[in-house]
């Protein structure tokens, strides 16, 4: 008799037994290779969070050298400069000493401000935590938690 034979004749066929997993393996070994690749995927994932901490940080250390090596000169050569341009108001303008480094003084403290204004900006655009990780991080949690359909 076919299937559709037994059905009209109000045969119900006899359950089929479930498909044993492949190769002999139980549901437990299946279950601890699952629990095995994650904790693989985790140790992965804290592997490239320290190598990506470890390169920001080597980058940052190598700009902090040269951003205070390029202070140490910038001050150097800016004193120079203030008392170059304060002499040159005294002497060109005729203006008195005080004078001409209250100017000097003024013009030096407004750049500074437009610096130190500008230093602001560009550190609240910046970002130290190690975005990549954390982005396959919250990419590999979304997927493990996501309902399956």
């Known amino acids: 008799m076919t299937t559709t034979e037994n059905r009209a004749a109000g ?3 006899a359950a089929t037994p479930a498909p ?28 490239m969070l320290k190598a990506e901490v470890r390169e920001d940080f080597k980058r940052s250390k ?11 000169l910038l001050t150097v ?5 203030v008392s170059a341009l304060a002499f040159f108001l005294h002497e060109y303008y005729q203006f008195s000493m005080w ?5 000097t003084g003024l013009l030096f403290t407004l750049l500074g401000g437009a610096a130190a204004a500008a230093s602001y900006l560009l550190l609240e ?12 991080l919250q990419e590999n949690l979304t ?7």
């Open 11 to 13: 045969l119900t066929p």
């Open 143 to 149: 997927w493990k938690t996501a309902p399956q359909s």
């Open 125 to 136: 655009r910046f970002n130290p935590l190690p975005d990549k990780t954390f982005n396959a």
């Open 99 to 103: 004078a001409s480094w209250g100017i």
């Open 20 to 47: 044993s997993p492949p190769n002999g393996t139980t549901v437990t070994t299946l279950v601890s290779g699952i629990i095995d690749d994650a904790q693989t995927l985790f140790r992965q994932q804290i592997q």
């Open 62 to 72: 190598q700009a902090a050298e040269f951003g205070a090596l390029g202070i140490v």
């Open 77 to 81: 050569g800016m004193l120079g400069l």
